[in-house]
């Protein structure tokens, strides 16, 4: 069992920066790859990023490459999503997501998920 609690959201300017953190309960994290999602206002949730288990792969939505940046400190027990250069259309609640394979991430396939944090960008 995993449990995730996401922190960092916030309201920002667009063009600013914020950084989520999930940290991660159990002695399984590091066996886990780790992703973040999003779902605004009368839309489905959407896959952001994801992290290898290792930290040595990472993917991110067409959207936000560039902008956005996922990592993960296995000894902490936490995975990061680094947010630069918010725009508007990036509010939505983020929701940090776990499953033994980042592919699967990719695809939507999740095992565990996070409460949410709202992040709201501001024009």
């Known amino acids: 069992q995993v449990q995730l609690v996401e922190s960092g959201g916030g309201l920002v300017q667009a063009g600013g920066s914020l950084r989520l953190s999930c940290a991660a309960s159990g002695h399984t994290f590091s066996r886990y790859a780790m992703g973040w999602f999003r779902q605004a206002p009368g839309k489905e949730r959407e896959f952001v990023s994801a992290?290898?288990?290792?930290?040595?792969?990472?993917y991110y939505v067409d959207s936000v490459k560039g902008r956005f940046t996922v990592s993960r400190d296995n000894a902490k027990n936490t995975v990061y999503l680094q947010m630069n250069s918010l725009k508007p259309e990036d509010t939505a609640v983020y929701y940090c997501?776990?499953?033994?394979?980042?592919?699967?991430?990719?695809?939507?396939?999740?095992?565990?998920w996070g409460q949410g944090t709202q992040v709201t960008v501001s024009s």
């Open positions: 992290i290898s288990w290792s930290g040595g792969s990472t």
């Open positions: 997501a776990a499953h033994k394979q980042s592919y699967r991430l990719r695809d939507g396939v999740v095992d565990y």
